[in-house]
């Protein structure tokens, strides 16, 4: 079963800081790039970040760079990839559903891919 699990969203006033994870399954994912996207209610889908598969090369939206880092691990021991999403200096405008995706294309926006159920991050004024 395919399977990206989030975790690590919720509520966080404005210039705090997240971090997401998002579990994949190793055997599956291993050769992926891995991705987070957004979306705020009423906004289109927005490309946040990609590592590729091995976490030597990252890529970041505008809006995010220097503020957002993602990173991987690969734990080959465990058979499962986390991937993260550090997420400081928040702003009200981070507010969305992240979603965790994987896709072989490290260049993709990753929206139409294997993608997780999302969580929430919202930021507070």
């Known amino acids: 079963q395919v399977q990206l699990v989030e975790s690590g969203g ?3 006033q404005a210039g705090g800081s997240l971090r997401l994870s998002c579990a994949a399954n190793g055997r599956t994912f291993s050769n992926y790039a891995m991705g987070w996207f957004r979306q705020a209610p009423e ?10 598969w091995s976490g030597s090369s990252t890529r970041y939206a505008d809006s995010v760079k220097g503020r957002f880092t993602i990173s991987r691990d690969n734990a080959k021991n465990t058979g499962q990839i986390t991937v993260y ?19 072989p294309n490290y260049y993709s926006d990753f929206g139409s891919g294997y993608r997780g159920q999302g969580t929430q991050v919202t930021v507070s004024s």
């Open 10 to 12: 919720g509520l966080v």
């Open 85 to 103: 999403l550090q997420m400081n200096s928040l702003k009200p405008e981070d507010t969305a559903v992240y979603y965790c995706a994987a896709d």
């Open 43 to 52: 906004k289109e889908r927005e490309f946040v970040a990609a590592i590729n």
